[in-house]
T-cell receptor
């Protein structure tokens, strides 16, 4: 089983739509969680951290469910510029001590 | 402030040849990481330097891979001899603090194609 699992997509949505991505992680000792964004043939960049209480940054909302080992990212009012691959990233300690990346979920926003 | 730079951006070599990838981290970042993305798979950790010391090299696939960071500045990743399965994008990243802040600054990657 992969340490971080994501639906690869692609999610094809029209501009203005709301889209949600999910991610599950296998290591219950994982401590910190993040969403990265990667544009085609570019480097990954940190989008936002994910806090236990949930957090929002403009049109983006991230949530964490530790009991279910599940992370989500919600994008409201999708823009063409949101088209990218969204990577779920987990920091696991307890022998791992590294950032572990999911394979990513591809989002394509169309006019 | 300059970002993480990697060279070359793309390298095509034949099986059995040697390739050396270079990474220049953001100035002042003691932590330097190498990751690799093989086609269709997730970005996987290779190793982590703190200054010139290898903090964790548990992700290095085998002894054909050698990473160095002399003087704690730039780093090189050498693959010798290269095999077909080494093809992929090699990302370098750096950070001022360690992993737990979650923010790694990545370079654009070095795409390696082994024929």
């Amino acid at each position: 089983r992969k340490e971080v699992e994501q639906d690869p997509g692609p999610f094809n949505v029209p501009e203005g739509a709301t889209v949600a991505f999910n991610c599950t992680y296998s290591n219950s000792a994982s401590q910190s969680f993040f969403w990265y964004r990667q544009d085609c043939r570019k480097e990954p960049k940190l989008l936002m951290s994910v806090y236990s209480s949930g957090n929002e940054d403009g049109r983006f909302t991230a949530q964490l469910n530790r009991a279910s080992q599940y992370i989500s990212l919600l994008i409201r009012d999708s823009k063409l510029s949101d088209s990218a691959t969204y990577l779920c990233v987990v920091f696991s300690s307890g022998g791992y001590n590294k950032l572990i990346f999911g394979a990513g979920t591809r989002l394509a926003v169309h006019p | 402030e300059a970002g993480v730079t990697q060279f070359p951006s793309h390298s095509v070599i034949e099986k059995g040849q040697t390739v050396t990838l270079r990474c220049d981290p953001i100035s002042g970042h003691d932590n330097l990481y190498w990751y690799r993305r093989v086609m269709g798979k997730e970005i996987k950790f290779l190793l982590h330097f703190v200054k010139e010391s290898k903090q964790d090299e548990s992700g290095m696939p085998n002894n054909r891979f050698l990473a160095e960071r002399t003087g704690g500045t730039y780093s090189t990743l050498k693959v010798q001899p290269a095999e077909l399965e080494d093809s992929g994008v090699y990302f370098c990243a750096s950070s001022r603090q360690g992993f737990n802040t979650g923010e790694l600054f990545f370079g654009e990657g070095s795409r390696l194609t082994v024929l």
